[in-house]
């Protein structure tokens, strides 16, 4: 099953990529400082309002740094995340780029769990006009006993060349997230 999900995103990933405007010739950035309230809303009930810091550099033309930590705390509970990770990215066409990410990941939360595992990502990030950025994802994320299979939908609205406003949301079987924020791109 998860196989089939998977094909699924990176179908619907090459299609955006490939429904972009050509005219642009313009890949997004991944050199960037990216700020994000963040909303966590669990089927079982409950939901956390926190906010999540992500800071990607670019080391190379294919290879970036990844860097995020997010934080959810409310009525004494909490839950957080730090991710310390390698991407590669590729130019699919003019305005789209592929990427494949793997983070270490220190996940904690206020009943007892704390442990370390990693994060496999891969999706597709186009610029679908000069101001707007859609992106297509899927994540896996592995720590200490507990894996889930996470599929991101996001974009952005490029206000200048290096202020944009950011919103994705990301879905899993348990829960749904959901993070609006600012991203400065260097």
Do not use: C
Request: hydrophobic share 40%; charged share 25%; proline share 1%.
């Amino acid at each position: 099953m998860k196989k089939l999900l998977l094909s699924t995103i990176v179908a619907s990933a090459v299609a955006l990529a490939g429904t972009t405007n050509q005219a642009f010739a313009e890949t997004p950035e991944f050199d960037y400082l990216q700020v994000s309230h963040a909303n966590l809303d669990y089927d079982a009930g409950g939901d956390l309002d926190g906010f999540e810091v992500k800071w990607n550099h670019e080391l190379t033309d294919s290879l970036y740094l990844n860097v995020d930590y997010t934080n959810f705390a409310e009525s004494g509970a909490k839950v957080e995340s730090t991710a310390l990770g390698l991407g590669f990215m590729s130019d699919v066409s003019d305005s789209s780029t592929f990427f494949a990410q793997l983070d270490w990941i220190n996940a904690e939360n206020s009943f007892g769990f704390d442990d370390d595992g990693y994060r496999a990502s891969v999706g597709v990030r186009s610029m679908l006009t000069k101001e707007f950025e859609g992106k297509l994802a899927y994540e896996y994320t592995d720590v200490g006993d507990d894996d889930m299979s996470v599929f991101v939908v996001g974009g952005a609205y490029n206000i200048n060349k290096n202020i944009a406003l950011t919103l994705d949301f990301k879905k899993e079987s348990d829960f749904d997230q959901t993070m609006f924020g600012v991203r400065y791109n260097f």
